[in-house]
Nanobody
Framework: QLAESGGGSVQAGGSLRLSCQASGYTYSSYCMGWLRQIPGKGREEVAAIDDDGTIRYADSVKGRFTISKDQAKDTLYLQMNSLKPEETGMYYC????????????????????WGQGTHITVSS
């Protein structure tokens, strides 16, 4: 089970940190990602960290978002800085064990396990 927290409302240019607590299953061998769903669009991967520590970001968030994980706490994080109004939406934590997870940006369908999502609102 994956459970996100940390969503909320923030003004443009502000910051939020999302957390994803894993429980009931070990995801240490999985690629862990953060995906977001903007109204009217599908879920897109914004950041991911593979089991070997490889990290990737969507171009739109590079330099502003930071993904990290604490293995001891089974927790995944997403630090989001300089947030923009168009980034308002639902943010999901997810896990994937597809073979290409370490070298390719994943699609929504590549992720096997999902949290319930947390909503962020960025006001202008």
């Amino acid at each position: 089970q994956l459970a996100e927290s940390g969503g909320g409302s923030v003004q443009a240019g502000g910051s939020l940190r999302l957390s994803c607590q894993a429980s009931g299953y070990t995801y240490s061998s999985y690629c862990m990602g953060w995906l977001r769903q903007i109204p009217g669009k599908g879920r897109e991967e914004v950041a991911a960290i593979d089991d070997d520590g490889t990290i990737r970001y969507a171009d739109s968030v590079k330099g502003r978002f930071t993904i990290s994980k604490d293995q001891a706490k089974d927790t995944l994080y997403l630090q989001m800085n300089s947030l923009k109004p168009e980034e308002t939406g639902m943010y999901y934590c997810a896990a994937s064990n597809v073979p290409w997870a370490s070298y390719s940006r994943l699609r929504e369908s590549d992720y096997n396990f999902w949290g319930q999502g947390t909503h962020i609102t960025v006001s202008s």
